[in-house]
Structures are given as C-alpha cells and as structure tokens.
C-alpha cells in the first residue's frame, strides 16, 4: 500500500512518546532524517534564546537524552514509558525529585523497579541544572500552552518570535533608557541592575522584579502583538495602550496609588520620597548620600516600593485598582518575614532600625484611627 512520506514521520514520532519529547531525544531516525534533525536544530535554538538548555527542562525527554546517561549511555526503559513517564519533569514535583513511595503511587510502578529508580536518581543528581533552576518554563513554551487549540496558531507564533523574546542586557538597557526618558551609560546601567535585587530576599518578589525589567510580564499591549487581544488597551482604564509601563506606572488609578504609597514612605523616613518612574520601576537609589541610616532606608524603601508593584499586579484587571491599605497589610507580611530571617541571624537590632520608623508610624495610625472612632 502507498503511504505518504510524511506519514510515517508523524507515526514514528508519536510512537510511545510524546511529539516534543522527541525532539530532545538522540536517536537514529533522528540522524538520518532531515526533517526531525532540523526540527531538533530549531528546538535546541529556540532554548538557547532563553539561555536555557533543551535538554535539562523539566518538558525534556527523560530518554535517549544526550545529558541524561547512565554509565555515559543513552537509554530507554520500556516499562516506565508504557506506564507513561515521558519527561524528566515527570519525576519532579516543585523542583524537587519525588520520593519511589510517590512514583508507586503516581505511575503504578512495581518495587522491583526501585533499583532502577536509585539509578536514575543518582544519574539526574549529576546533571548540572536540573532541578529548581529548571522550574520556570521556557517562554516559549508557555505560548504554546496559551495558544494550543486557538485559530491561526502559525502566525501567532510568527509574532511570538519577532517581538515576544527576553532582551539582552543592551538592548534592555536602551529600551529602559527610552522608556523612561533617563540617560545612564553602561556601567551605570550595570550596577543598577547588579542592585536591583539585593533588599528582595522573598522570591516572588525577585521573580517579579525579574518579569518586570525583561517585559515577561503578558501586558494587554502584549497580548494584543501576538494576537491572543483585539485590541491593546489597558484593563484598568480602557482607554489608553496598555503596555508594561502604563501597567505599572501611567495609569490613572495606579498613579494616585503610587502618589500616596510614596507620601507615606516619605513621612515614615522623614526625607522626601520623590515619586519617580526609575525609583519605582528600576530601584535607582533617589538620594546621593552614603551614611548607614540612608541605606537602612532605602533598603526599606525598595521593600515597600516592590511590595507597592506586587499589589498593583493583583489588581490589573480590577476596576477598583490597587488598594492602599492592601499594600500596608502586605508590608506588615513583609516585615514578619525579615523579622524572621534577622532573628535567625541574630540581628534583630538590624531589623529594629530598619523597620521601626515603618512600625511605630504605623502604630500611630492605627492608633489615630482608633482615637477618632471613640
Ligand atoms: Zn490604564
């Protein structure tokens, strides 16, 4: 009987696997055949873009993958694929190996088959970057998540391609420069950058600054570039382009927010707090001058700052937008947490200064409001 060539190529790669498992397999077939070698070349490239390998994500292949070896071979376990572990995310919950207790459970697999999993263990600990690094998908492919099953899916990936990737640190720099029509050169940009992140100790706020400064975040704007919106417009005020920066800083409501955010932070330091786009959205340190009681107050002030952009993001898509005495609450969560982490330490005299014209102001708030209720 004649079959299309290209028939067979669907049926070899959706044989006991799964079709984008494939391609970061190393097989024979793969070799020999044009088609699948190119698609794996594409595969491999779209990771690089990322700075990620294709190979140690959590949707690779966990067999005949070129980093996943046992004694330096490439393997295949039958019996594990029939039970349906394709992906070395498979074996993963949360960055962490599961437990052979767990996998039992998950897969159905028999105890005869736990010295092939202490196997697998001991190999994937070997592989660098495997793990929590591995967490966080690639960009690309969660795209392919959100587009799955809608119209017009090739061009949307186009798009994706052209405008949707995270920048280099050049080109990050230039857009900020322009964005927020500032002037820093290289190495100004650089320790902006190096210092972004060091008051920020909670990882959702480092992932979210993070999002922030390479625009992952799926703004309207953005959404709208690869077709997933009609139109670009904010959420929030329906009226004006709703790209990364009017998210976080030029709308309407977010603006009086910020206004109010920032006057309160200037009366708890007692130092003008200027509301200033590369203060709230890079974290440039406003004030020149070098003492430890400064530090001690910016370092606060990026925490309340961060948390600021954290409740602005839980309220994109509310009408009522961000809520002031939302962000004090989650400040006060903040400070239980480093309190923690400066007990722990043993520095809790640190945490005193640092928090304490945050605490005590707050205090003689909610004491005022108390006194005006009586
Ligand atoms: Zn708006």
């Excluded at 959590?58 to 071979?73: C, F, G, H, P, Y």
Aim: charged share 25%; hydrophobic share 35%.
């Amino acid at each position: 009987m004649y079959r299309l060539i290209w028939t067979e190529i669907e049926g070899s790669l959706t044989q006991n696997t799964k079709i984008d498992c494939y391609l970061t397999q190393h097989t024979k077939e793969i070799r020999i055949n044009p088609i699948l070698d190119n698609a794996r070349k594409i595969w491999e490239s779209m990771y690089r873009r990322e700075q990620k390998s294709s190979h140690v994500v959590m949707e690779a292949s966990l067999w005949n993958n070129l980093q996943v070896r046992i004694d330096n071979n490439l393997f295949k376990w039958g019996k594990w694929v029939n039970k349906g572990y394709y992906r070395i995310g498979d074996l993963f919950n949360e960055g962490k190996l599961l437990e052979f207790k767990k996998m039992q459970n998950k897969y159905q697999l028999t105890n005869e088959e736990w010295y092939r999993y202490i196997q697998l263990r001991s190999c994937l600990t070997k592989v660098p970057g495997i793990g929590i690094s591995t967490q966080e998908k690639a960009q690309f492919m969660q795209v392919l998540e959100q587009i799955k099953g809608t119209a017009h899916i090739a061009s949307k990936i186009y798009n994706f391609l052209i405008n949707g990737f995270t920048l280099g640190v050049k080109t990050l720099q230039n857009i900020w420069c322009s964005d927020l029509n500032m002037e820093l050169d290289e190495e100004e940009w650089l320790t902006l950058m190096r210092g972004m992140y060091k008051p920020l100790r909670e990882a959702k706020l480092r992932l979210m600054q993070f999002k922030i400064i390479n625009k992952i975040y799926w703004t309207p704007a953005k959404m709208h570039i690869v077709k997933l919106r009609s139109t670009k417009t904010c959420w929030n005020c329906d009226r004006e382009d709703g790209d990364l920066i009017h998210m976080f800083w030029n709308c309407n409501q977010v603006k009086v927010f910020w206004k109010k955010v920032l006057k309160f932070c200037s009366k708890v330091l007692d130092r003008e707090v200027p509301v200033d786009e590369s203060l709230c959205l890079l974290h440039k340190n406003p004030w020149d001058i070098e003492s430890d009681t400064h530090k001690d107050n910016f370092l606060w002030l990026i925490l309340a700052i961060a948390t600021a952009k954290r409740v602005i993001c839980r309220h994109w898509k509310d009408k009522s937008g961000p809520n002031f005495t939302e962000w004090q609450k989650t400040l006060v969560e903040v400070a239980e947490y480093e309190r923690t982490i400066y007990k722990l330490r043993d520095k809790l005299s640190t945490y005193e200064e640092i928090w304490e014209p945050f605490l005590s102001h707050l205090e003689g708030s909610v004491q005022q409001i108390n006194g005006n209720e009586d």
